[in-house]
């Protein structure tokens, strides 16, 4: 039953990725070959880059539809509000942000739904959809939180699949490249991760240069 709420929303295969490994070295020399004019990596076989298309395809994500955009509002009444809307309870927050929401806590109640009723099933899938957004789709440093900006997306839960999540999610990953490659950040790594090596799927070009040691690496990549 809730694989097809999940299916109906658009996240059954995105919400099937469980543990990400990384390969820390290959990334840091990536990010060292990330180029912001042309949003690729300059490898020795030429440019390569992430596109809508591998998303839609690692992902199972929508990449048509509506934008996900909206208001941020940190106001104390509007995530109480949005909260009870989405999770049905009242949220824990992180203590140095009251934007944020802590995904151990969204991970709990998710667990402890009944799945006795339609409403209870939906709650479930909103929980499943908000850790995924927070843990892989728009990690941030911390990849314990999640922005409460979301919230609203999900109230009407026939309309979660109408937003082109899939652009958004390829939009993050250049911002943070763009980001990383200026400073020493690693938020994008899980979706880069899926994205280069796929959740099923290899990036052959890619998959030589795994296991090589960084400091080899990055001279290896020119």
């Given at each position: 039953?809730?694989?097809?709420?999940?299916?109906?929303?658009?996240?059954?295969?995105?919400?099937?990725?469980?543990?990400i490994k990384g390969f820390h070295p290959?990334?840091?020399?990536?990010?060292?070959?990330?180029?912001?004019?042309t949003h690729t990596f300059v490898l020795?076989?030429?440019?390569?880059?992430?596109?809508?298309?591998?998303?839609?395809?690692?992902?199972?994500?929508?990449?048509?539809?509506?934008?996900?955009?909206?208001?941020?509002?940190?106001?104390?009444?509007?995530?109480?509000?949005?909260?009870?809307?989405?999770?049905?309870?009242?949220?824990?927050?992180?203590?140095?942000?009251?934007?944020?929401?802590?995904?151990?806590?969204?991970?709990?109640?998710?667990?402890?739904?009944?799945?006795?009723?339609?409403?209870?099933?939906?709650?479930?899938?909103?929980?499943?959809?908000?850790?995924?957004?927070?843990?892989?789709?728009?990690?941030?440093?911390?990849?314990?939180?999640?922005?409460?900006?979301?919230?609203?997306?999900?109230?009407?839960?026939?309309?979660?699949?109408?937003?082109?999540?899939g652009s958004a999610c390829l939009a993050?990953?250049?911002?943070?490249?763009?980001?990383?490659?200026?400073?020493?950040?690693?938020?994008?790594?899980?979706?880069?991760?899926?994205?280069?090596?796929?959740?099923?799927?290899?990036?052959?070009?890619?998959?030589?240069?795994?296991?090589?040691?960084?400091?080899?690496?990055?001279?290896?990549?020119?």
């Amino acid at each position: 039953m809730v694989k097809n709420y999940l299916r109906a929303t658009g996240f059954y295969h995105v919400s099937r990725i469980w543990v990400i490994k990384g390969f820390h070295p290959l990334l840091a020399a990536l990010v060292e070959r990330w180029r912001l004019e042309t949003h690729t990596f300059v490898l020795p076989v030429g440019e390569i880059t992430v596109t809508l298309e591998d998303v839609a395809h690692i992902f199972g994500l929508p990449i048509d539809g509506k934008p996900v955009s909206g208001w941020t509002d940190s106001s104390s009444d509007f995530v109480q509000s949005q909260s009870m809307a989405v999770f049905g309870r009242e949220p824990v927050l992180s203590s140095n942000s009251k934007s944020y929401i802590k995904l151990g806590w969204v991970r709990r109640i998710r667990d402890a739904e009944p799945l006795d009723t339609e409403e209870s099933i939906r709650r479930y899938v909103r929980c499943q959809i908000f850790c995924v957004l927070g843990s892989t789709l728009f990690t941030d440093k911390s990849t314990v939180y999640a922005h409460t900006k979301y919230l609203p997306l999900f109230r009407d839960f026939e309309q979660i699949h109408t937003y082109s999540w899939g652009s958004a999610c390829l939009a993050h990953l250049y911002r943070a490249l763009c980001r990383a490659s200026r400073y020493d950040r690693r938020r994008w790594m899980a979706l880069l991760i899926c994205c280069l090596f796929g959740h099923g799927s290899e990036c052959r070009v890619l998959h030589r240069y795994r296991d090589i040691p960084f400091h080899l690496l990055r001279y290896q990549l020119p």
